[in-house]
């Protein structure tokens, strides 16, 4: 079964561009035909989607995101990384990466998400 | 952007009780709906997806229907593990987006 952990720092600064890394086991992340997601959520809040990847490195970015966000995939390590820049203190939640599905693009799986705040 | 409405946000329930929770969408989306369990400090775990099809592993007392803009999640019997907070999500538009969270806590 396919498990996926994200990795990075838990504390970043205002204006700087936050890092995260996803680590994909279980399974090849080239195989399957699965997209790769980014999806956060602010304390107490509910879900917000950033953006996903395929394995050919073609990307689609929430709109509203769009500008901030990079997705990438290294497929030699099984990871894929987000980078969302000029963060702010509205940018402070946690972030989980999750493997989405051929066609409908569910996000089926999900990392157990890491705690990422923007502060000085 | 589609914009949706889940009900209620909070619902106050026992073990036993059949429970509803709505999802409205502000323009159709067919059945391109899927549900989500959360559990405080884990991740979103996929319930339901194409409105109604159970995912692998979920418990048969969990349902789903409607097409559309309107959708129901059903819980036919509470079990002590079903305590936790339910999220809608539909991927008809782009980007998908979540409804807001219906959190079923302990009457």
């Known amino acids: 079964q396919v498990q996926l952990q994200e990795s990075g720092p838990g504390l970043v600064k205002p204006s700087q561009t936050l890092s995260l890394t996803c680590t994909v086991s279980?399974?090849?992340?080239?195989?399957?035909?699965?997209?790769w997601s980014w999806i956060r959520q602010p304390a107490g809040k509910g879900l917000e989607w950033i953006g996903r990847?395929?394995?050919?490195?073609?990307?689609n970015y929430n709109p509203s995101l769009k500008s901030r966000v990079t997705i990438s995939v290294d497929t030699s390590k099984n990871q894929f990384s987000l980078k969302l820049s000029s963060v702010t203190a509205a940018d402070t939640a946690v972030y989980y990466c999750a493997r989405a599905r051929p066609v409908t693009m569910i996000e089926d799986y999900w990392g157990q998400g890491t705690l990422v705040t923007v502060s000085s | 952007v589609i914009w949706m409405t889940q009900s209620p946000s909070l619902l106050s329930a026992s073990t036993g009780d059949r429970v509803t929770i709505s999802c409205r969408m502000s323009?159709?989306?067919?059945?391109?709906l899927a549900w989500y369990q959360q559990k405080p400090g884990k991740a979103p775990e996929l319930l339901i997806y194409a409105a109604s099809t159970l995912q692998s592993g979920v418990p048969s007392r969990f349902s789903g229907s409607g097409s559309g803009t309107d959708f129901t999640l059903t819980i036919s019997c509470l079990q002590s593990e079903d305590f936790a907070t339910y999220y809608c999500q539909q991927y008809y538009s782009f980007p998908p987006t979540f409804g807001g969270g219906t959190k079923v806590e302990i009457k």
């Open positions: 990847i395929y394995t050919s490195g073609s990307t």
């Open positions: 279980g399974g090849s992340i080239s195989s399957g035909s699965y997209y």
């Open positions: 323009q159709g989306i067919s059945s391109y």
